[in-house]
């Protein structure tokens, strides 16, 4: 069967151009997710479902792909969770919903996205939500997803109002809200999570739409790769249950996410020739910025002891409070951010220690950026990829600074009554420019925020690899809807800006 359309991924930016594109009852749209798919929301998983769970992250669920790739040398391989069910990463992330700020979408446009601006986006970041606690022009009311802010009564759990009062005490200011332009200092973060369920695209954009004839959501379907007749696309390759098969289209959109969407290209001889020529694909297209540019968010961890009778629940894992400041001698505003929260283990979701607790600072707008490379012809083994944390000076400093500056929070009055002591780094590291950038590089965690390998930018740029309109260069009928367009990561998660992108491709193929 021939359809007019193909999405390539159910993720977060996925189910939102199926569920728009097949509003129009004459476009036929299929969409293939590889992970599992649950038609009905009442069956979901648990891990899936209730927000303040982790364990869809760990390496043994069935819900992630589980790659390994290189945070830095020091560290060496590490586990990577990537989403693998319907809803992608937005069905098993921590629910920050935070969008990129009005500055993020000015470096957009200096870098080649001339029709990125915040004026062009703010209208779709308002058309996906309803904003359940701020309404002015900066937030949506009318959309499917439903946006508010966790115990926005001030009933904070210990070690959150703990970390606020003491962002106060450093002098930091109190932001008005995380998503709109006055967004430097401490507050709540809004999130998708309503009565502690996870709000995913699958359950907001595509549970609603799944009724219409003309939309097929098929999961446990792995995408082999795009077929085509000369440079144009004209369907994929497939399988599923073991067997293959192929599926036409007129129009091919990947929404992969941006470690699989520029594998998935590569695979299917869009990409650096010296790549392609190594493990013996014909190359289609010569497309050198295809895996490049690929940008994280970097998070180095401050542990501490909490005075007995501190209690560490499960619900404390999610983040509720974060600081946006800028760094010392940084020419851009917001550039890092502070946040606390239990720790807690990744196989199981719980608690490491009931007595323990961390605060976290996060490189938001980082220098430095990584890659995403073929590591064989056979679509089943993945990409190699390396997010070269701590290759830029820059960026080693301000992490630098943001761990001593965690550290010096721990020493204010308002942490007194719960700190009994910090754990990691110690003095001796700490105070030692060299052994703390050892230590970061060793301990070094990572957000789920891969964005950039296949970025927008103009004609004249040859490392950019969709035009504005996200259509792949250089050849016909193949879209990229998914965070790998981005061509500087913002300084947020990215789950609110993959669902912005999805919302305007699928304006611009309706």
Not at 116 to 133: A, G, I, N
Not at 396 to 401: E, N
Request: charged share 20%.
């Amino acid at each position: 069967m021939k359809y007019d359309v193909i999405v390539i991924g159910g993720g977060s930016a996925g189910s939102v151009v199926a569920a728009r594109l097949s509003e129009d009852p004459q476009t036929s749209v299929l969409l293939l997710e590889a992970g599992v798919d649950y038609p009905d929301p009442e069956n979901l998983p648990d891990d899936i479902r209730l927000g303040h769970t982790r364990t869809a992250e760990a390496p043994d669920s069935k819900h992630n792909w589980a790659l390994t790739g290189i945070l830095s040398e020091e560290q060496g391989p590490a586990h990577v969770a990537q989403g693998k069910v319907i809803g992608g990463g937005g069905s098993i992330n921590g629910q920050v919903f935070l969008r990129g700020l009005p500055e993020d979408f000015d470096l957009w446009v200096e870098q080649g996205a001339r029709e990125w601006s915040y004026l062009d986006v703010l209208p779709y970041y308002r058309k996906m939500e309803t904003d359940l606690d701020i309404q002015d022009d900066f937030h949506g009311t009318d959309g499917p997803l439903p946006i508010t802010r966790r115990n926005n009564d001030g009933n904070w759990p210990a070690i959150q109002r703990v970390f606020h009062s003491a962002c106060l005490e450093a002098g930091h200011g109190t932001a008005a809200d995380m998503n709109g332009p006055d967004h430097l200092g401490v507050t709540q973060v809004p999130m998708n999570n309503m009565n502690g369920v996870r709000m995913s695209t699958a359950l907001t954009h595509l549970s609603p739409a799944r009724h219409r004839l003309n939309l097929t959501v098929r999961g446990e379907v792995f995408v082999r790769r795009i077929l085509f007749e000369g440079n144009k696309a004209v369907g994929v390759e497939a399988e599923s249950g073991g067997e293959a098969f192929v599926v036409e289209a007129d129009k091919i959109v990947l929404s992969a996410g941006a470690l699989k969407s520029p594998h998935i290209l590569m695979l299917s001889g869009v990409g650096p020739r010296d790549q392609l020529d190594q493990f013996g694909i014909p190359v289609v297209h010569e497309a050198p910025g295809i895996g490049q540019n690929l940008w994280n968010h970097a998070i180095t961890t401050v542990s501490y002891k909490v005075r007995e009778g501190t209690v560490l629940a499960a619900d404390n894992l999610g983040t509720r409070i974060a600081l946006r400041y800028t760094a010392e001698g940084s020419p851009h505003v917001s550039d890092m951010m502070m946040t606390t929260s239990s720790m807690f283990n990744a196989l199981t979701g719980e608690t490491i220690d009931d007595g323990t607790a961390r605060v976290s600072c996060v490189l938001e707008l980082p220098e430095g950026s990584g890659w995403v490379r073929l590591a064989s012809a056979d679509p089943t083994v993945q990409p190699s990829f390396n997010y070269r944390y701590f290759e830029h000076p820059e960026d080693t400093r301000r992490l630098r600074d943001g761990v001593r500056m965690a550290a010096g929070m721990l020493e204010t009055q308002a942490y007194s009554n719960i700190c009994e002591g910090r754990i990691a780094p110690t003095d001796e590291v700490l105070n030692d420019d060299d052994q703390l950038d050892l230590w970061m590089k060793r301990t070094v965690s990572s957000a789920r925020h891969v964005s950039g390998t296949c970025k927008i930018g103009l004609d004249d740029d040859p490392m950019a690899v969709v035009d504005q309109h996200c259509k792949v260069r250089g050849i016909e009928g193949v879209w990229v809807a998914d965070s790998s367009v981005i061509p500087r990561v913002p300084r947020a998660n990215t789950n609110a800006s993959a669902i912005m992108i999805g919302e305007r491709v699928a304006d611009w193929l309706s």
